[in-house]
């Protein structure tokens, strides 16, 4: 399995000759990976998750593509039928021959009087975790964690608290794409001591490069 970081929160999972984009959203360069996905995997609808004319774009040239997604986002796709998939938090299915558990069901709070959206996390093959725009935490082992780094509902103490939480084998920064080089840098200071406290590598991978998830 290979792990390829095409922006922002945006990912693409490669196996053998199979390949699944998860959340294609604007900050992120998926046009070229959505063109030759065999799947679409989106937790949420924000808009750096989740960009409706591109993946539409990518569905309207390639009638073999799908998607599996959350309620809200499901719903803004409902004209394309069953080619749009709602789950939610207990699902398993299986998605372009990867075997993929839904987790959680809302995202973080962004306003202390508005209730928070629905956010699904998806873990492919029992070895990577994207978690969308929330810290949940799976019921099972997590080998590889797409850790958001950054974000305006995030502080540095919950990325601290999150991955002792989940205790990943190892994790990668995603949801980084509002950062200058100068908060660059002091969020991967920080990831590099989340990961020395739990005797792990926890890095930052820049978008374009890929890495091959054997076992850590």
Known sequence: MRLTKLGHACVQISKDDRSVVIDPGTFSEASAALATADAVLVTHEHFDHFDADTLRAAMAERPSLEVWTSRVVAESLADLGGRVHQVGHGDAVTVAGFEVHVYGEDHEIMHPDMPPIPNVGFMLDGELFHPGDALTVPSEPVPTLCLPGNAPWMKAVDLYQYTRAVNPGRAFAIHDGLLNDIGLS???????????????????????????LAQP
């Open 186 to 212: 002091v969020m991967e200071r920080v990831l590099t001591g989340a990961g020395k406290e739990l005797g792990k590598e926890f890095t930052r991978i820049a978008p374009g490069s890929t890495v091959d």
